[in-house]
């Protein structure tokens, strides 16, 4: 029966169907950024990462238990490293947001598809490794795009904002190891809400406790409306995300990742004003063209 499910996985119906949800999951992740960054005002980044959690985790232990779901699996190692990899990313990318204009931040973490197309050939097995030749176009791609990552950064590095560009950037390799986890789990038969299940538990749990300690602010009513649509989008975005790589072709869902930047940006000038340079958007664009070339290249 698992053989049936990968060759299943494997056809372009099911790979069209995963691009679709991932163009989804990239409208409610610009959304989500946008809310982290109105939040941060008054919350710091555990602090946002953990109602961002406890709302999807309440959110799927309620269909959970309505349904009778099983929560028991074989993989249970597996989902723990996802969620820790994926907390981290997280907690790195909500940090990048609160203090860069948010298309920055988001263009730095969404390098992950640059660095998924160089890791998935080694860990997803299941796919077939890059020639001689499409590791070369690999390599320049990924050059190409941290080209665009100096050109987008090139005012950080003479001021305060170069310590939240590199933490932006390592939350994109963190989430590129968070994503080859998921396509992993997704090989193995793990259905979507387990993998989101686990993943905000951990998220819940570790934020919640950092929290306690760091610093915890007192909510007010008018608090409620922003911490659950940060929630919701959250929650929908990464049930979204979960089926497209499950479904989707790893690489092609990846290119589209992208999608985000363009609603980030969007975003970022209607409701904050935000006005990018010319090298700024240069850069911009250097990472989202190498990136998804490098998708291509890989394939």
């Known amino acids: 029966m698992l053989k049936h499910r990968h060759a299943a996985l494997r056809h372009p119906r099911h790979w069209q169907l995963g691009s679709y949800w991932m163009l989804l999951a990239g409208l409610g992740f610009a959304v989500m950024g946008a809310c982290v960054k109105a939040g941060a005002a008054r919350f710091s980044a555990s602090e946002l990462v953990f109602y961002r959690s406890a709302f999807g985790f309440i959110m799927i232990a309620a269909i959970v238990i309505w349904h009778g779901k099983p929560l028991k699996t074989p993989l249970l190692a597996m989902q723990m490293r996802r969620a820790i990899v994926g907390f981290t990313a997280l907690l790195l990318f909500f940090y990048a947001i609160a203090h860069l ?172 004003g935000e006005a990018l340079s010319a090298h700024e958007i240069a850069g911009m664009l250097l990472i989202v063209a190498f990136g998804i070339l490098s998708t291509r290249s890989a394939k």
């Open 101 to 272: 204009p948010l298309a920055t931040a988001i263009t730095l973490n969404y390098t992950s598809p640059m660095f998924l197309a160089l890791l998935s050939p080694w860990l997803l097995k299941a796919e077939q490794p890059p020639s001689r030749q499409q590791r070369w176009r690999l390599n320049l791609c990924v050059m190409g795009g941290f080209a665009g990552v100096c050109l987008l950064l090139q005012p950080a590095f003479h001021s305060n904002q170069l310590l939240a560009g590199s933490i932006g950037l390592l939350s994109g390799i963190g989430a590129a190891f968070a994503y080859v986890h998921v396509k992993q789990l997704g090989l193995q038969g793990e259905p979507d809400w387990r993998t989101v299940f686990y993943f905000t538990l951990v998220c819940t749990i570790a934020s919640g406790g950092w929290m306690l300690i760091d610093h915890m602010t007192v909510l007010r009513w008018q608090d409620l409306p922003l911490l659950c649509g940060l929630g919701l989008s959250a929650t929908l975005s990464q049930l979204a995300l979960t089926r497209a790589y499950r479904t989707g072709n790893t690489l092609t869902v990846a290119s589209l990742a992208y999608s985000t930047v363009v609603f980030a940006t969007l975003l970022g000038v209607i409701v904050w």
